[in-house]
């Protein structure tokens, strides 16, 4: 599939902000075999006083701005053309779960790609004993990793309920996983401290999701959404997979992914701070139109 993305995220300040730094992750990844960035731009307004751009540790590239005089508002737009495949459909080469510390065992490398990197706790999720019963409740014998993870992506899906007034973008893991409601950073959140609690290398993704209007509904401009996901690494022969607990489906031609990361600190798509005091208001829209 050929998509054109669209981003618009602004904001507006009760108070003039004296200063301001920000990070921006917006594009979408080029990565092989499976989705290709063909053009794309990144346009913040008022113009920064500086700007620059950086890859990080896990391979996204950044834009890096900064302000030093007053602005009461902060415009930010991503325009792209990426082309997605969805992965290929594979028979589940994963080990049964008591067979995975070997295999991470024999994989030495501490790159970007290392499943060691998503073992343990990150900035946002540690183990937490609740989830990890709730996870051990999944576990049957003979049971592969692939096929633990898709189970539990499975009862995230049954169990919660999708509500975008429950949690906001701050809410702890464990509070959402109370609540039983949330949204999909919430979803993703609970399922990878699941999956972790297991011995599971799992990690966030972020992305763009393609929404369907409902049979004889026209297409809402700005409607479609910024989504996150989960990968899971299923050995060394299967690597890594990507399953959304939102709607409990494998990822398709329909997921466009922006970063990879540990969990959601790794991968906003706009932090910063700011030299101000007050509150300020945030609206954003998305749009992704394919194109064949």
Request: charged share 20%; hydrophobic share 40%; glycine share 8%.
């Amino acid at each position: 599939m050929l998509y054109d993305l669209s981003l618009h995220i602004g904001y507006l300040y009760d108070v003039p902000a004296s200063g301001a730094h920000h990070i921006l992750r917006l594009l979408p990844l080029s990565l092989p075999d499976r989705q290709r960035l063909v053009a794309g731009s990144v346009t913040v307004h008022p113009k920064p006083d500086e700007r620059s751009g950086f890859t990080d540790f896990f391979r996204h590239p950044a834009t890096y701005v900064m302000y030093r005089s007053p602005h009461d508002k902060l415009d930010i737009r991503m325009k792209a053309r990426v082309s997605v495949e969805a992965p290929p459909l594979t028979a589940d080469f994963s080990p049964i779960l008591s067979g995975l510390p070997d295999e991470l065992a024999d994989c030495w490398s501490l790159g970007p790609e290392s499943p060691h990197h998503f073992l343990g706790e990150s900035p946002r999720l540690g183990i937490d004993p609740l989830i990890a019963d709730y996870a051990r409740s999944d576990l049957k014998p003979g049971f592969t990793v692939r096929q633990i993870a898709e189970a539990i992506c499975a009862r995230i899906h049954a169990d919660f309920r999708y509500d975008p007034k429950a949690t906001t973008v701050d809410t702890p893991a464990l509070e959402a996983f109370a609540l039983r409601r949330g949204v999909c950073q919430d979803f993703s959140h609970i399922m990878i401290i699941a999956l972790r609690s297991l011995g599971i290398p799992a990690g966030y993704v972020s992305g763009f999701l393609r929404t369907i209007p409902p049979p004889g509904k026209e297409r809402l401009e700005g409607a479609d959404a910024m989504h996150a996901w989960v990968r899971v690494w299923c050995g060394e022969t299967a690597g890594w997979i990507e399953l959304d607990p939102t709607n409990d489906i494998l990822v398709g031609a329909d997921h466009i992914v922006t970063s990879y990361g540990r969990d959601y600190s790794d991968v906003a798509p706009v932090i910063g701070v700011l030299k101000s005091y007050g509150s300020h208001q945030t609206e954003q829209a998305v749009d992704v139109i394919p194109l064949n």
